[in-house]
């Protein structure tokens, strides 16, 4: 992993980068299955799954998030730490066999009056699959020092 030490004063609104590629599989269901709790046959009956409309097993939404923020780790910042997320949403239904990239783009940047020496910083999650298509979206905030 690559250190770089940005502070809030360097962020800059449309700056952004996109990752390599990784494709789901069955096993990835099961892991996260095993990991999450979350068995529901949407996911894990491939012959319940075949009376849907999709026709086929259908990835935990928590699942593509994990993976599509994972894919993202690339950096460690050591003066920016994660605030959390808001406004994920499961876009488009993710299926075994298909590959997700992650796309992240600053979209704000904004003083803390309440916290003097931090600024917030938003950062717009988009993963997508092998077509292109959005699967999911998601605002990544971050709180980082400002410049001493």
Known sequence: M???VK????????????TTGRTITETDFVVHAGHSGDFFPHHLDAEFCKTLPFGQRIAHGTMVFTIGVGLTASVINPVSFSYGYDRL????????????RSKVEIIAVEP???????????????????RGETVLVADHIYIVERRP
Do not use: A, C, S, W
């Open 2 to 4: 690559l250190e770089q």
């Open 7 to 18: 502070y809030f004063e360097d962020h800059v609104i449309g700056e952004g980068r996109q």
């Open 89 to 100: 949403r499961f876009v488009k239904p993710v299926f075994i066999g298909d590959t997700i």
């Open 112 to 130: 803390m009056d309440k916290r003097p020496g931090f600024g917030r910083v938003t950062e717009r999650l988009t993963v997508t699959n092998q």
